[in-house]
């Protein structure tokens, strides 16, 4: 539509006339010297006739130009025969010869961006007429970010998808929840790659055509079983008819960590050792008595064991090559591409991932184009390595929290030639491992996988509007893992002094799918139709075996060498072992359609129902049934909105209800399975106590049931109802999309809680719902100032809230694992009725004691301690029921990590071959339990942190004394920390020269710098506040020595010829 005058828009009016006067003043001033021909003229809407205010006025090939005014008048001087450009966002560009001296022009809205084409299952649909809760993220756009992963570059671009990383080791998934935690089980979205199902992490970003994210169950319905947690569709690109168009993409950077955690140097160390041996009633340390901490030289050894851990200037690089086009019968693509990232914990040797990609689509129109037939086929080949960075038993990184900085990195007196010391006989503490010697010595291993992922596929149209196709793919994983242990010695606890070993495993899956469909699109008089049937068959079948060598040969104990072939090992006692999987197979079948309907593109209606059995379930259990409906209303088609606001162009209400399923639990989860067992068993009544006995009658063999059965486990049901709005405003310069939603997940699969006296493992029953609900909201500006000025800018955010209904449980709780965060940590986070899934659970603080008299005064009040010798300065933990004792009916909930809201924003802009982009994304509302220290090792170093302790009345209320027995560390809110955060994840600075290359065959040749990961303002004091580490996969947010992500610099360059 246009702009019309009024009072409360004038001023908006002027607004925009004085910056676009201002950015064509600098611009003016170098334009052609003024000509006698002044033409003048106004420029209307075609649809009404209105002015429109602003248009931008160029004469073609000059720097010359205007804008019209707030009556959509104009003045520009120019030579007869030259050329006028008319251009304005939301309205189609139009040229005019000058021939006379008044030009009036009427400008055609623009409904391209309402015409935009979205990915739906199945196939696609105009944006204009969804009814689901969708979004799309272009695939250039996605390139423009360097990710290694296309799901990074997703985050902040989303609302309602929360993206987070895992790890900063190169290659680590993301973790990807849409809509909040909906189960207990697997909550990672379903990746179809061109209609199949595949693994997104290992796509080329090049690659990409786009990204489609159906977030309510009406969009997702269409896949039924496999749709509780969402769907990311992805679609890769295609070829195009006319000249052959070649891409080159390649960029070369540099990382280094973004922020360390701050550890205690040597002077600070020494003092908070003397202070808790004081507070324990021991004498403070004679420093001149330890020798093993000063160097040959007497300086005392102050090693930041944290920062040596780091490589500096680790390296990245990556290079795509594409090629496009095709004929009127006959299209393809073909791409190649190269990615190699270091990691910026202990670099290449330890840390490395690698990745070769392939990919050829085409497709070809036979007979007329009665028959199309086409295939999209990659290769992906990777390799990669990495340290350990799991749980505080298998994080590489963790050691280094610890470490005394009295503990040098090198030394030659380990027994082993290493160059790394050996703290075995230190006269300090013989206990410190060296977690550098460690990583450097201990981490080899190497994962090797190939991947194939494709489809082929055939259309007919036997008459005009009816399509048949079929659709065939297939993928197929193969990959091998080898590891070696070598001899090392790094002090009395980390060592490994008897024998090399080495280990390999090997697995294949392959998984084949077969899809049928049919669609037909119909009108009558103004009602539109589109009707979908299809069948989808799908097959799974995967083999697991692996090996292992405890003796290597003399000569071959070194990774190089470190085969199984090369081991001498003949029995499981000297670590001889093999293991396997047994036969890996699953199978489904569907059947699912859709009808639609739209009545001027006004009212429009959609409904899908999916039929889905699958062999995981017992015979009568195992189809499911999935429905959905989804509706929309355009109301500015409508004949009553004629006389609407002029800036109004585009207004649609969309509601829609929905269910999809979940299946994943892993097969035959519903029989009893029997395991076999050699063990020391004495038949007969002699001697039935006598252990001895038994052991002298040898072992036997028996079988017993290993879990119990049960037949009636079937689908997990996620039922989701969604009201949303899109518009356009302001000549579809401002787009908004709302949504506000409810999902409700029942039915969870989890293990069934039985007595340990039953003698079998659990069986997965059907118990437990959650509740999520939330809104989204995403605005986009797109504007055009001049012919060589355009910007845009996007916001959105999304809130969710996630509770608990029940669980099928005694106590109504899944309880957590221990021993997490340190020795003999307790549980610390659960699921539980009316909470939220994965909630830190522990004891609330009320600050420390202070004096004496406030510890009497508690005790008094009837408040329990629970350290039993409390002193000044350590911590008041929370009677909660006020019984005078603390224990665990005193733990609350102290928060999450699975944040309340996310945002994100972007602004880009491009002038004179000149572009800029800035992105950024946050979190508001989530925790995060952090522990870098082993509270049972009184030698461990500490972060600056506890530079804040209590040291006497009045100097701090929070962080307690140090003590050598660490009394107030038991789990508290002490541990959590609230991780509010925005990042800056994206700075681009980029300049096309195409425009000076006379060789017309170059369309682009664009260089950029860029920054990842830039900066991150936030009050968490770790290294990184975005952490989707979690002990189990339901619970995020525990720092036990997080991998942070890099912050990357780097150069590219993209040509296009």
Same mark, same amino acid.
């Given at each position: 539509?246009?702009?019309?005058?009024?009072?409360?828009?004038?001023?908006?009016?002027?607004?925009?006339?004085?910056?676009?006067?201002?950015?064509?003043?600098?611009?003016?001033?170098?334009?052609?010297?003024?000509?006698?021909?002044?033409?003048?003229?106004?420029?209307?809407?075609?649809?009404?006739? !209105?002015?429109?205010?602003?248009?931008?006025?160029?004469?073609?090939?000059?720097?010359?130009?205007?804008?019209?005014?707030?009556?959509?008048?104009?003045?520009?001087?120019?030579?007869?025969?030259?050329?006028?450009?008319?251009?304005?966002?939301?309205?189609?560009?139009?040229?005019?010869?000058?021939?006379?001296?008044?030009? &009036?022009?009427?400008?055609?809205?623009?409904?391209?961006?309402?015409?935009?084409?979205?990915?739906?299952?199945?196939?696609?649909?105009?944006?204009?007429?969804?009814?689901?809760?969708?979004?799309?993220?272009?695939?250039?756009?996605?390139?423009?970010?360097?990710?290694?992963?296309?799901?990074?570059?997703?985050?902040?671009?989303?609302?309602?998808?929360?993206?987070?990383?895992?790890?900063?080791?190169?290659?680590?998934?993301?973790?990807?929840?849409?809509?909040?935690?909906?189960?207990?089980?697997?909550?990672?979205?379903?990746?179809?790659?061109?209609?199949?199902?595949?693994?997104?992490?290992?796509?080329?970003?090049?690659?990409? !055509?786009?990204?489609?994210?159906?977030?309510?169950? +009406?969009? +997702?319905?269409?896949?039924?079983?496999?749709?509780?947690?969402?769907?990311?569709?992805?679609?890769?690109?295609?070829?195009?008819?006319?000249?052959?168009?070649?891409?080159?993409?390649?960029?070369?950077?540099?990382?280094?960590?973004?922020?360390?955690?701050?550890?205690?140097?040597?002077?600070?160390?020494?003092?908070?050792?003397?202070?808790?041996?004081?507070?324990?009633?021991?004498?403070?340390?004679?420093?001149?008595?330890?020798?093993?901490?000063?160097?040959?030289?007497?300086?005392?050894?102050?090693?930041?064991?944290?920062?040596?851990?780091?490589?500096?200037?680790?390296?990245?690089?990556?290079?795509?090559?594409?090629?496009?086009?095709?004929?009127?019968?006959?299209?393809?693509?073909?791409?190649?591409?190269?990615?190699?990232?270091?990691?910026?914990?202990?670099?290449?040797?330890?840390?490395?991932?690698?990745?070769?990609?392939?990919?050829?689509?085409?497709?070809?129109?036979?007979?007329?184009?009665?028959?199309?037939?086409?295939?999209?086929?990659?290769?992906?080949?990777?390799?990669?390595?990495?340290?350990?960075?799991?749980?505080?038993?298998?994080?590489?990184?963790?050691?280094?929290?610890?470490?005394?900085?009295?503990?040098?990195?090198?030394?030659?007196?380990?027994?082993?030639?290493?160059?790394?010391?050996?703290?075995?006989?230190?006269?300090?503490?013989?206990?410190?491992?060296?977690?550098?010697?460690?990583?450097?010595?201990?981490?080899?291993?190497?994962?090797?996988?190939?991947?194939?992922?494709?489809?082929?596929?055939?259309?007919?149209?036997?008459?005009?509007?009816?399509?048949?196709?079929?659709? /065939?793919?297939?993928?197929?994983?193969?990959?091998?893992?080898?590891?070696?242990?070598?001899?090392?010695?790094?002090?009395?606890?980390?060592?490994?002094?008897?024998?090399?070993?080495?280990?390999?495993?090997?697995?294949?899956?392959?998984?084949?799918?077969?899809?049928?469909?049919?669609?037909?699109?119909?009108?009558?008089?103004?009602?539109?139709?589109?009707?979908?049937?299809?069948?989808?068959?799908?097959?799974?079948?995967?083999?697991?075996?692996?090996?292992?060598?405890?003796?290597?040969?003399?000569?071959?104990?070194?990774?190089?060498?470190?085969?199984?072939?090369?081991?001498?090992?003949?029995?499981?006692?000297?670590?001889?072992?093999?293991?396997?999987?047994?036969?890996?197979?699953?199978?489904?079948?569907?059947?699912?359609?859709?009808?639609?309907?739209?009545?001027? !593109?006004?009212?429009?209606?959609? +409904?899908?129902?999916? +039929?889905?059995?699958?062999?995981? /379930?017992?015979?009568?259990?195992?189809?499911?049934?999935?429905?959905?409906?989804?509706?929309?209303?355009?109301?500015?088609? !409508?004949?009553?909105?004629?006389?609407?606001?002029?800036?109004?162009?585009?207004?649609?209400?969309?509601?829609?209800?929905?269910?999809?399923?979940?299946?994943?639990?892993?097969?035959?989860?519903?029989?009893?399975?029997?395991?076999?067992?050699?063990?020391?068993?004495?038949?007969?009544?002699?001697?039935?106590?006598?252990?001895?006995?038994?052991?002298?009658?040898?072992?036997?063999?028996?079988?017993?049931?290993?879990?119990?059965?049960?037949?009636?486990?079937?689908?997990?049901?996620?039922?989701?109802?969604?009201?949303?709005?899109?518009?356009?405003?302001?000549?579809?310069?401002?787009?908004?999309?709302?949504?506000?939603?409810?999902?409700?997940?029942?039915?969870?699969?989890?293990?069934?809680?039985?007595?340990?006296?039953?003698?079998?493992?659990?069986?997965?029953?059907?118990?437990?719902?959650?509740?999520?609900?939330?809104?989204?909201?995403?605005?986009?500006?797109?504007?055009?100032?001049?012919?060589?000025?355009?910007?845009?800018?996007?916001?959105?955010?999304?809130?969710?809230?996630?509770? =608990?209904?029940?669980?099928?449980?005694?106590?109504?709780?899944?309880?957590?694992?221990?021993?997490?965060?340190?020795?003999?940590?307790?549980?610390?986070?659960?699921?539980?009725?009316?909470?939220?899934?994965?909630? /830190?659970?522990?004891?609330?603080?009320?600050?420390?004691?202070?004096?004496?008299?406030?510890?009497?005064?508690?005790?008094?009040?009837?408040?329990?301690?629970?350290?039993?010798?409390?002193?000044?300065?350590?911590?008041?933990?929370?009677?909660?029921?006020?019984?005078?004792?603390?224990?665990? &009916?005193?733990?609350?909930?102290?928060?999450?990590?699975?944040?309340?809201?996310?945002?994100?924003?972007?602004?880009?802009?491009?002038?004179?071959?000149?572009?800029?982009?800035?992105?950024?994304?946050?979190?508001?509302?989530?925790?995060?339990?952090?522990?870098?220290?082993?509270?049972?090792?009184?030698?461990?170093?500490?972060?600056?942190?506890?530079?804040?302790?209590?040291?006497?009345?009045?100097?701090?209320?929070?962080?307690?004394?140090?003590?050598?027995?660490?009394?107030?560390?038991?789990?508290?809110?002490?541990?959590?920390?609230?991780?509010?955060?925005?990042?800056?994840?994206?700075?681009?600075?980029?300049?096309? /020269?195409?425009?000076?290359?006379?060789?017309?065959?170059?369309?682009?040749?664009?260089?950029?710098?860029?920054?990842?990961?830039?900066?991150?303002?936030?009050?968490?004091?770790?290294?990184?506040?975005?952490?989707?580490?979690?002990?189990?996969?339901?619970?995020?947010?525990?720092? =036990?020595?997080?991998?942070?992500?890099?912050?990357?610099?780097?150069?590219? =360059?993209?040509?296009?010829?």
């Amino acid at each position: 539509m246009n702009c019309k005058r009024s009072i409360n828009n004038h001023y908006l009016y002027c607004l925009l006339i004085g910056v676009s006067l201002i950015l064509l003043k600098p611009v003016t001033l170098h334009a052609e010297p003024l000509q006698n021909n002044t033409i003048t003229g106004t420029v209307v809407s075609a649809t009404d006739g !209105e002015p429109l205010i602003g248009v931008s006025i160029f004469v073609k090939g000059t720097n010359n130009g205007t804008v019209t005014d707030i009556d959509g008048n104009y003045s520009i001087n120019v030579n007869t025969g030259q050329t006028l450009v008319f251009s304005y966002i939301g309205f189609i560009s139009q040229e005019v010869t000058v021939r006379e001296n008044v030009i &009036n022009v009427s400008l055609a809205e623009d409904t391209e961006v309402l015409d935009e084409l979205i990915v739906i299952g199945y196939g696609v649909q105009a944006k204009k007429l969804s009814t689901g809760a969708t979004i799309q993220v272009k695939g250039d756009e996605l390139n423009k970010m360097n990710t290694i992963s296309p799901l990074q570059a997703l985050q902040g671009k989303t609302p309602g998808v929360n993206i987070t990383s895992t790890s900063g080791q190169p290659g680590s998934n993301m973790k990807v929840v849409i809509r909040g935690l909906g189960t207990v089980g697997n909550h990672s979205p379903l990746y179809l790659i061109d209609g199949i199902g595949g693994d997104i992490s290992t796509l080329n970003p090049a690659d990409i !055509e786009s990204i489609d994210v159906l977030k309510d169950a +009406a969009s +997702a319905a269409i896949y039924g079983a496999q749709a509780a947690n969402g769907v990311i569709l992805i679609t890769t690109k295609s070829g195009r008819e006319g000249k052959a168009q070649v891409n080159f993409d390649a960029y070369y950077g540099v990382q280094n960590v973004a922020r360390k955690a701050d550890m205690l140097n040597a002077t600070q160390y020494m003092t908070i050792m003397d202070e808790q041996a004081l507070n324990s009633g021991n004498a403070a340390y004679d420093w001149n008595n330890f020798q093993s901490i000063y160097d040959p030289g007497g300086n005392l050894y102050d090693i930041d064991w944290v920062d040596t851990m780091f490589k500096k200037n680790a390296k990245t690089e990556s290079y795509s090559l594409g090629i496009t086009g095709g004929s009127a019968t006959s299209t393809y693509a073909i791409s190649l591409g190269y990615l190699n990232q270091e990691g910026i914990v202990g670099g290449a040797d330890v840390s490395n991932y690698e990745r070769y990609n392939f990919r050829v689509n085409s497709e070809h129109k036979l007979f007329n184009g009665f028959v199309k037939v086409g295939e999209q086929v990659s290769f992906i080949y990777r390799i990669n390595n990495g340290i350990n960075v799991g749980n505080q038993y298998n994080n590489t990184l963790r050691g280094a929290f610890g470490v005394s900085p009295l503990t040098p990195v090198y030394s030659d007196n380990n027994m082993y030639d290493s160059p790394y010391n050996d703290t075995s006989n230190s006269d300090w503490y013989n206990g410190d491992g060296n977690p550098y010697g460690l990583m450097m010595t201990n981490t080899n291993n190497e994962d090797k996988a190939g991947t194939f992922n494709g489809n082929l596929y055939a259309e007919i149209e036997p008459i005009k509007r009816l399509k048949l196709r079929t659709v /065939f793919g297939a993928v197929y994983n193969a990959s091998e893992y080898r590891s070696f242990t070598p001899l090392y010695h790094f002090s009395i606890y980390s060592y490994n002094d008897t024998r090399t070993s080495v280990s390999q495993n090997m697995n294949r899956g392959l998984g084949m799918t077969w899809t049928n469909t049919a669609t037909y699109d119909w009108t009558m008089n103004n009602h539109a139709f589109n009707a979908l049937l299809g069948m989808e068959a799908y097959r799974y079948e995967g083999t697991y075996l692996g090996a292992g060598n405890g003796i290597l040969k003399e000569g071959f104990d070194t990774w190089k060498y470190a085969y199984i072939d090369n081991g001498t090992a003949s029995s499981s006692t000297d670590g001889l072992s093999a293991s396997g999987n047994p036969h890996d197979e699953s199978r489904s079948v569907s059947y699912f359609g859709r009808l639609g309907w739209n009545w001027k !593109e006004t009212y429009m209606v959609n +409904a899908t129902l999916r +039929a889905d059995g699958s062999s995981r /379930f017992a015979r009568g259990n195992r189809f499911g049934y999935f429905p959905s409906i989804s509706a929309g209303w355009t109301l500015t088609n !409508e004949p009553f909105m004629e006389n609407a606001p002029s800036w109004l162009n585009f207004l649609k209400l969309r509601v829609s209800w929905g269910q999809v399923g979940n299946q994943n639990i892993a097969n035959y989860q519903y029989l009893a399975p029997m395991k076999n067992s050699n063990t020391h068993y004495l038949f007969g009544t002699g001697g039935y106590n006598d252990e001895n006995a038994a052991k002298e009658l040898a072992t036997n063999w028996g079988a017993y049931p290993n879990r119990l059965a049960n037949e009636n486990v079937t689908w997990e049901t996620s039922e989701q109802a969604n009201i949303g709005l899109d518009a356009y405003l302001l000549n579809t310069r401002l787009g908004v999309n709302l949504d506000l939603y409810t999902k409700n997940t029942k039915d969870w699969l989890v293990q069934a809680p039985i007595l340990a006296t039953v003698g079998a493992g659990a069986p997965y029953i059907n118990g437990g719902s959650v509740k999520n609900s939330g809104i989204e909201l995403a605005l986009t500006w797109n504007d055009r100032i001049n012919k060589d000025f355009s910007y845009n800018i996007g916001l959105n955010g999304a809130y969710n809230k996630n509770t =608990v209904g029940e669980i099928p449980t005694e106590d109504g709780i899944i309880h957590g694992q221990t021993n997490q965060l340190y020795d003999n940590t307790p549980e610390f986070y659960r699921a539980e009725n009316g909470k939220p899934i994965g909630y /830190f659970w522990g004891y609330k603080t009320n600050g420390l004691f202070q004096n004496e008299q406030e510890i009497t005064d508690w005790i008094a009040a009837g408040n329990g301690v629970l350290q039993n010798d409390v002193k000044p300065g350590d911590v008041k933990y929370t009677d909660v029921n006020h019984d005078g004792v603390i224990d665990d &009916n005193d733990k609350v909930n102290l928060g999450k990590g699975m944040p309340d809201f996310t945002f994100g924003f972007n602004l880009s802009f491009e002038y004179k071959g000149f572009d800029f982009s800035v992105f950024t994304s946050g979190a508001v509302g989530q925790q995060i339990v952090q522990s870098y220290r082993s509270h049972t090792n009184k030698y461990a170093n500490y972060t600056t942190a506890i530079l804040n302790r209590w040291t006497g009345e009045g100097t701090s209320n929070k962080i307690p004394r140090v003590t050598e027995q660490n009394i107030n560390w038991q789990f508290s809110d002490l541990f959590v920390h609230d991780a509010d955060y925005l990042r800056i994840s994206n700075i681009t600075l980029g300049y096309d /020269f195409s425009r000076f290359i006379k060789q017309k065959f170059i369309s682009q040749a664009r260089i950029y710098t860029q920054v990842q990961n830039a900066f991150t303002f936030t009050k968490y004091e770790g290294m990184d506040p975005e952490i989707g580490y979690g002990v189990d996969g339901w619970v995020t947010g525990i720092d =036990v020595g997080y991998y942070p992500r890099p912050r990357t610099i780097l150069f590219g =360059v993209s040509l296009k010829f």
